[in-house]
């Protein structure tokens, strides 16, 4: 009987310390509006802690989240945060907590924070739209089971101040609450309006309620519970987090950075640079100068000047072209080839080229022309150029950027990839071989709408190869008017870009003869 007696002393011990062990921290920094309830909600969630064996931290300094001190607890609780509470170093530290296996408690404006951190959208599962006024309202408990609402009644009346989502969370989300929106005015998320639900995200876990906007809800038996469950369900099981599978990389500290000025006062409107293996540094100029920095001389030299269109020669316009982009091929150690674009004066149009750059010397006959891209030199501005060889070896480039007064969407803005299709075809054959331009995306403003049904490869074929398109097919091409001298863009806010890096992949990994077809 003392054995037993004991064992069960120990067992109840050894349960109290790990509760004991649990800590949170309440974090409620406002980038944006300041709710008055945050200090009564603090003080809540404190004594919260003591009365069920929890220790809690508050402050709302972001540095608080750094790696080392966010392995002290078991949860967070973002207390009505708003706008932009942490940066890049302070998000990365906080995904790697989720993903050791720590918790997450949003309460109400936790919801209207960090809206440019996809991570914690995912993670608080849905963003703040607006609210109506504050008024009384039917909340619908649809889970009695969970721990945060096992005590609330079917109906659960009570003021406060009722979010709309800009998206509602769905079935990635665990719904306890939902608001019957007839019971009250303003709700614009349905029949199904979640109001409090939780899930497991990246490795840990995330509670969020949106209850809370009143000082008196933090006097609320029964909202407090509420809360205290959600605080019990973010801490878990309490097991110790493990940050071997973390995947989200930290960012490293500025001063593991030193800056050293290998030239400077030397430039005249740089446009980019091309690193060779050896450290010298080939620096084009938009007039028209390519300069060579020596990583042995320590010195900024001439090597070539092009003679190439940098002026407009129109009044009120303000020319961007002239040497724009350069960029090395991947086997420059063996073949010395120098990419360059830059706009020409012998026609409207800015050319993509190969050069020799050999021994110090750029040799401006060597040129091997790859590409000619049209251009509109009436207007202005923006023009793009960076060039870039991706990992399959495709060179990459955006001949030029949104031209916002353009009357020609096919030629003024979409990227290109130049595609070496057959293994080992030089890419300076391009134009008198099979191998061509791609037309990619056009620019990063403007993508396919939503509501967009057709397929991909149709919609590009639509798009990149109808110069004036027939009566019979603008049905596909919304985004574009007539204008008395030509076809415009309009632009839309619903273009979403992230559609078009689909189309872009798709593209990517269509067959030659897919590519030949939409070609011809």
Same mark, same amino acid.
């Given at each position: 009987?003392?054995? *037993?007696?004991?064992?069960?002393?120990?067992?109840?011990?050894?349960?109290?310390?790990?509760?004991?062990?649990?800590?949170?921290?309440?974090?409620?920094?406002?980038?944006?509006?300041?709710?008055?309830?945050?200090?009564?909600?603090?003080?809540?969630?404190?004594?919260?802690?003591?009365?069920?064996?929890?220790? *809690?931290?508050?402050? /709302?300094?972001?540095?608080?989240?750094?790696?080392?001190?966010?392995?002290?607890?078991?949860?967070?609780?973002?207390?009505?945060?708003?706008?932009?509470?942490?940066?890049?170093?302070?998000?990365?530290?906080?995904?790697?907590?989720?993903?050791?296996?720590?918790?997450?408690?949003?309460?109400? #404006?936790?919801?209207?924070?960090?809206?440019?951190?996809?991570?914690?959208?995912?993670?608080?599962?849905?963003?703040?739209?607006?609210?109506?006024?504050?008024?009384?309202?039917?909340?619908?408990?649809?889970?009695?089971?969970?721990?945060?609402?096992?005590?609330?009644?079917?109906?659960?009346?009570?003021?406060? /101040?009722?979010?709309?989502?800009?998206?509602?969370?769905?079935?990635?989300?665990?719904?306890?609450?939902?608001?019957?929106?007839?019971?009250?005015?303003?709700?614009?998320?349905?029949?199904?309006?979640?109001?409090?639900?939780?899930?497991?995200?990246?490795?840990? +876990?995330?509670?969020?309620?949106?209850?809370?906007?009143?000082?008196?809800?933090?006097?609320?038996?029964?909202?407090?519970?509420?809360?205290?469950?959600?605080?019990?369900?973010?801490?878990?099981?309490?097991?110790?987090? =493990?940050?071997?599978?973390?995947?989200?990389?930290?960012?490293?500290?500025?001063?593991?950075?030193?800056?050293?000025?290998?030239?400077?006062?030397?430039?005249? /409107?740089?446009?980019?640079?091309?690193?060779?293996?050896?450290?010298?540094?080939?620096?084009?100029?938009?007039?028209?100068?390519?300069?060579?920095?020596?990583?042995?001389?320590?010195?900024?030299?001439?090597?070539?000047?092009? =003679?190439?269109?940098?002026?407009?020669?129109?009044?009120?316009?303000?020319?961007?072209?002239?040497?724009?982009?350069?960029?090395?091929?991947?086997?420059?150690?063996?073949?010395?080839?120098?990419?360059?674009?830059?706009?020409?004066? =012998?026609?409207?149009?800015? +050319?993509?080229?190969?050069?020799?750059?050999?021994?110090?010397?750029?040799?401006?006959?060597?040129?091997?022309? *790859?590409?000619?891209? #049209?251009?509109?030199?009436?207007?202005?501005?923006?023009?793009?150029?960076?060039?870039?060889?991706?990992?399959?070896?495709?060179?990459?480039?955006?001949?030029?950027?949104?031209?916002?007064?353009?009357?020609?969407?096919?030629?003024?803005?979409?990227?290109?990839?130049? #595609?070496?299709?057959?293994?080992?075809?030089?890419?300076?054959?391009?134009m008198e071989e099979e191998g061509r331009a791609i037309p990619m995306?056009?620019?990063?403003?403007?993508?396919?709408?939503?509501?967009?049904?057709m397929p991909p490869i149709q919609f590009l074929k639509e798009i990149f190869f109808l110069q004036?398109?027939?009566?019979?097919? +603008?049905?596909?091409?919304?985004?574009?008017?007539?204008?008395?001298?030509?076809?415009?863009?309009?632009?839309?806010?619903?273009?979403?870009?992230? *559609?078009?890096?689909?189309?872009?992949? /798709?593209?990517?990994?269509?067959?030659?003869?897919?590519?030949? =077809?939409?070609?011809?």
């Open positions: 009987m003392r054995r *037993v007696l004991l064992l069960l002393l120990l067992n109840c011990f050894l349960n109290c310390t790990t509760i004991a062990q649990s800590k949170v921290l309440v974090f409620s920094k406002t980038a944006a509006f300041r709710h008055g309830s945050i200090g009564v909600g603090k003080t809540a969630i404190m004594q919260l802690g003591k009365e069920n064996g929890f220790s *809690v931290d508050t402050t /709302e300094d972001a540095e608080a989240f750094k790696e080392d001190n966010l392995k002290k607890y078991q949860a967070v609780v973002f207390l009505s945060t708003t706008g932009d509470a942490l940066n890049p170093k302070q998000q990365a530290a906080f995904e790697r907590f989720i993903q050791s296996g720590g918790g997450y408690m949003g309460i109400h #404006a936790a919801t209207d924070c960090e809206y440019n951190w996809p991570w914690y959208g995912k993670l608080v599962a849905a963003y703040f739209k607006n609210h109506p006024k504050q008024q009384n309202a039917k909340l619908i408990v649809r889970d009695r089971t969970h721990i945060s609402t096992s005590h609330l009644p079917e109906v659960w009346e009570r003021f406060d /101040e009722w979010y709309n989502f800009k998206v509602a969370p769905g079935k990635e989300v665990n719904v306890l609450i939902s608001i019957d929106e007839k019971s009250y005015e303003g709700g614009q998320n349905g029949d199904s309006h979640p109001m409090a639900w939780y899930h497991d995200y990246d490795g840990g +876990r995330a509670f969020y309620t949106e209850f809370g906007h009143t000082n008196e809800s933090f006097a609320d038996p029964l909202y407090l519970k509420h809360i205290l469950g959600g605080i019990k369900y973010a801490i878990g099981t309490n097991i110790k987090k =493990d940050y071997s599978k973390a995947k989200s990389l930290l960012v490293p500290d500025e001063d593991r950075f030193t800056k050293n000025v290998l030239a400077g006062g030397v430039f005249d /409107e740089p446009t980019e640079m091309a690193i060779l293996p050896n450290f010298d540094i080939l620096v084009t100029q938009r007039k028209g100068e390519v300069m060579l920095y020596s990583n042995t001389t320590k010195k900024v030299t001439q090597v070539a000047k092009f =003679d190439l269109y940098s002026k407009s020669g129109v009044q009120g316009i303000n020319a961007e072209e002239g040497l724009l982009g350069i960029t090395a091929d991947p086997d420059f150690a063996k073949n010395n080839y120098i990419y360059m674009f830059y706009a020409t004066n =012998d026609t409207a149009a800015n +050319r993509l080229s190969r050069f020799v750059f050999k021994d110090g010397k750029l040799d401006l006959k060597s040129e091997k022309k *790859v590409l000619d891209v #049209a251009s509109q030199r009436k207007i202005c501005c923006h023009t793009g150029g960076s060039l870039t060889f991706g990992p399959d070896g495709n060179l990459l480039f955006p001949p030029e950027t949104i031209q916002r007064r353009s009357i020609n969407p096919i030629q003024n803005t979409f990227w290109m990839v130049l #595609a070496q299709w057959t293994t080992g075809k030089d890419l300076s054959n391009l995306t056009f620019g990063v403003r403007f993508c396919a709408s939503r509501s967009t049904q004036a398109p027939p009566k019979q097919d +603008r049905r596909f091409m919304p985004w574009v008017q007539e204008t008395p001298t030509g076809y415009r863009w309009i632009e839309k806010q619903d273009f979403c870009i992230g *559609v078009m890096l689909v189309l872009m992949q /798709e593209m990517i990994s269509q067959t030659k003869k897919d590519q030949e =077809d939409m070609m011809s």
